[in-house]
């Protein structure tokens, strides 16, 4: 099964940017959706931002006008620019890709904390 590898997490400064990617290691045929999920400290993991192959881009309210998520599709390349990154927004980011008839595979994490 193809993994997914996640890079880009650090230490940042609030008001900050980070750009998170997520890289397939294989060839990976059809994809549905890619997205991005996060563990925030106390809380369940929640979705933060999603893209179909359509091209439909869904965010969860509270990154609304702060990230970007971006597909480079020919190479299953899945971005994610943050910026303006708050104490909020520390937590554990997690890829995944969707494809037909399958359950989502997930990466393994990059870990992202922003200092007062």
């Known amino acids: 099964q193809v993994q997914l590898v996640e890079s880009g997490g650090g230490l940042v400064q609030a008001g900050g940017s980070l750009r998170l990617s997520c890289a397939a290691d294989?060839?990976?045929?059809?994809?549905?959706?890619m997205g991005w999920h996060r563990q925030t400290p106390g809380k369940e993991r929640e979705p933060v931002a999603d893209i179909s192959s359509a091209g439909t881009i869904r965010y969860t309210d509270a990154v609304k006008g702060r990230f970007t998520i971006s597909m480079d599709s020919a190479k299953k390349v899945l971005y994610l620019q943050m910026n303006n990154l708050q104490p909020e927004d520390t937590g554990v980011y997690y890829c995944?890709?969707?494809?037909?008839?399958?359950?989502?595979?997930w990466g393994q994490g990059t870990q992202v904390t922003v200092s007062a």
């Open positions: 995944y890709y969707v494809s037909p008839g399958t359950t989502p595979t």
């Open positions: 294989g060839y990976i045929f059809r994809i549905n959706t």
